[in-house]
């Protein structure tokens, strides 16, 4: 069983919206952190957003403050990334991540991956 499953992801033009799904097994979602990354070609992965369960406390990376949006649905074990104000640069292949996340920004705190979805944001 795939503990992450990522899905939303699509090809959009400049200054539009996606939201991307995350569905979680009943025991990742429970995971002390749960969180976003992204990598375009050539770059390293980056953390764009996490989500810390017991307290309900949200980060973003300064890039994507005030654009996007990190939130759960417990009834449904899903995380969701609301993305507006899209910008060619948040062009990436994006990853659901849980885990202990601590701290949140690095990749190798979290134990859990999904596959990934792309978005591509067109000029």
């Known amino acids: 069983q795939v503990p992450l499953v990522e899905s939303g992801g699509s090809s959009v033009q400049a200054g539009g919206s996606l939201r991307l799904s995350c569905a979680a097994s009943?025991?990742?979602?429970?995971?002390?952190?749960m969180a976003w990354f992204r990598q375009a070609p050539g770059k390293e992965r980056e953390g764009v957003a996490a989500?810390?369960?017991?307290?309900?406390?949200?980060y973003y990376t300064p890039s994507v403050k005030g654009r996007f949006t990190i939130s759960r649905n417990n009834a449904k074990n899903t995380m969701y990334l609301q993305m507006d104000t899209l910008k060619p640069e948040d062009t990436a292949m994006y990853y659901c991540?849980?885990?202990?996340?601590?701290?949140?920004?690095?990749?190798?705190?979290?134990?859990?991956w999904g596959r990934g979805t792309q978005v591509t944001v067109s000029s």
């Open positions: 991540a849980a885990g202990l996340g601590d701290p949140w920004q690095l990749p190798g705190k979290f134990s859990y």
């Open positions: 009943g025991s990742t979602y429970s995971s002390a952190c």
């Open positions: 989500i810390y369960t017991r307290s309900g406390s949200t």
